[in-house]
């Protein structure tokens, strides 16, 4: 039975793992699709805010783009045998994906000083939790991040195919909530 699921999966080419991962990323993809989607039928509707995002965003999205370009990097440099190189990417993906989430605290907090509270309009409303959403996957991709870390400076340096899926996946899942956030920030900023 094994060698039937063996002889499958190189047939398809695609490891479960990976399967199931992006099918978990269009689940997510299709719940944002979702949820930009009530903000413009309710936007339809009046009693609507208008207002600019704080510029603390922009810094919070080319961080993003830094920490993905960062990891992609990480995981070309784990491939080619350069371990130095590869913990030092890996560690400052960690440290920009931290300050991600840091700068989407104080453009929350920028939000609120000028007006734009959780409750006070469904305008307001929409971004924080668009974009608290997001933080919580980012949390999810700090998580992974975290192992990555443990498995390189725990682990003796070798490139194996178990390792080298665990970095694909994180690197996937990395870059999907990247550009998930560079469309609601775009979205966010036509909107508006």
């Known amino acids: 039975m094994s060698t039937i699921v063996a002889s499958e999966y190189r047939s398809s080419?695609?490891?479960?793992?990976?399967?199931?991962?992006w099918i978990a990323c269009a689940?997510?993809?299709?719940?944002?699709?979702?949820?930009?989607?009530?903000?413009?039928?309710?936007?339809a509707q009046g009693n609507w805010l208008e207002f600019r995002l704080p510029n603390v965003f922009i810094v919070s999205t080319l961080v993003i783009l830094m920490s993905s370009a960062a990891l992609h990097g990480a995981y070309l440099a784990f491939k080619r045998g350069n371990e130095a190189f590869y913990k030092g990417l890996l560690v400052s993906t960690f440290i920009l994906g931290v300050a991600f989430l840091i700068l989407q605290?104080?453009?929350?907090?920028?939000?609120?000083?000028?007006?734009?509270?959780?409750?006070t309009n469904p305008s307001g409303s929409f971004i924080y939790v668009i974009s608290g959403v997001h933080a919580?996957?980012?949390?999810?991709?700090?998580?992974?991040?975290?192992?990555?870390?443990?498995?390189?400076f725990a682990l003796k340096y070798q490139v194996t195919s178990a390792r080298k899926l665990r970095f694909e996946l994180t690197l996937t899942y990395w870059h999907f909530v990247d550009f998930l956030w560079i469309y609601l920030f775009t979205f966010f900023i036509l909107q508006s």
């Open 136 to 152: 919580a996957h980012i949390l999810g991709g700090i998580a992974a991040l975290t192992i990555a870390l443990i498995h390189a």
């Open 27 to 43: 689940s997510i993809a299709m719940m944002f699709t979702a949820f930009t989607s009530a903000y413009m039928v309710r936007q």
């Open 105 to 119: 605290y104080q453009g929350w907090l920028a939000m609120r000083d000028i007006g734009v509270e959780l409750t």
């Open 13 to 21: 080419k695609i490891h479960p793992k990976k399967f199931g991962l």
